[in-house]
């Protein structure tokens, strides 16, 4: 079992930046693979980023390559997303999720554990 509690959502300008934290607990961390997943109302959790469990894989959505950064600090059990140029788009709960799997997937029908996710708003 891991538990998940992310942390670092907020009201942020077009244009700046967040980062947000998400602090695992339970067995065994650095066994799992984390990513970021973003949803609004009326739509399903759609896919932002996912980083092995070393950091050697990352894999992003094509809308947020260049700006937004996912990493990791296993000694801390906690993954990162560096959200930087947001714009009014990015607005949505972001949610932060672990697998099993060694190699990231991008569906959220692939991942076991979710936290209660952190809202995002950007203003333009």
């Known amino acids: 079992q891991v538990q998940l509690v992310e942390s670092g959502g907020g009201l942020v300008q077009a244009g700046g930046s967040l980062r947000l934290s998400c602090a695992a607990s339970?067995?065994?961390?650095?066994?799992?693979?984390m990513a970021w997943f973003q949803q609004t109302p009326g739509k399903e959790r759609e896919f932002v980023a996912a980083?092995?469990?070393?950091?050697?894989?990352?894999r992003y959505a094509n809308s947020v390559k260049g700006r937004f950064t996912i990493s990791r600090d296993n000694a801390e059990n906690t993954v990162y997303l560096q959200m930087n140029s947001l714009e009014p788009e990015d607005t949505a709960v972001y949610y932060c999720?672990?697998?099993?799997?060694?190699?990231?997937?991008?569906?959220?029908?692939?991942?076991?554990?979710w936290g209660q996710g952190t809202q995002v708003t950007v203003s333009s």
């Open positions: 999720a672990a697998t099993s799997l060694q190699t990231p997937p991008i569906s959220h029908g692939d991942y076991d554990y």
């Open positions: 980083i092995n469990w070393s950091g050697g894989i990352r």
């Open positions: 339970g067995r065994s961390f650095s066994s799992y693979a």
